[in-house]
Nanobody, 116 residues
Framework: QVQLVESGGGLVQPGGSLRLSCVAS????????MSWHRQAPGKERELVAR????????RYAESVKGRFTISKVSAKNTVHLQMNSLKTEDSAVYYC?????????WGQGTQVTVSS
């Protein structure tokens, strides 16, 4: 079965950086699109960044462009989200997601808290 295991969340001060990782298994990683989403308390889950594995094309939410970078390590079935210049409004639970043959799967989420 599909498994997505996230890591790398934590507490960071405004202006700091974190790198999230998501290790995928149970499906053909090279034929998928992987994405990071986030959900803050009282808000809807939103797309943060997306990468198509076979061609590496990416897309970002306007609010994170220039600060966040999504990348892949195909040999390790892994995607990363490098988050720089973090703001308090980036605080949320971050979820890794896979879209493969029209089916979407989710990881368990990792908490990111940006606070001084």
């Amino acid at each position: 079965q599909v498994q997505l295991v996230e890591s790398g969340g934590g507490l960071v001060q405004p202006g700091g950086s974190l790198r999230l990782s998501c290790v995928a298994s149970g499906f053909a990683f090279s034929n998928s699109a992987m994405s990071w989403h986030r959900q803050a308390p009282g808000k809807e889950r939103e797309l943060v960044a997306r990468i198509v594995i076979d061609d590496g094309s990416t897309r970002y939410a306007e609010s994170v462009k220039g600060r966040f970078t999504i990348s892949k390590v195909s040999a390790k079935n892994t995607v990363h989200l490098q988050m720089n210049s973090l703001k308090t409004e980036d605080s949320a639970v971050y979820y890794c997601s896979a879209l493969h043959w029209g089916a979407r799967s989710w990881g368990q989420g990792t908490q990111v808290t940006v606070s001084s």
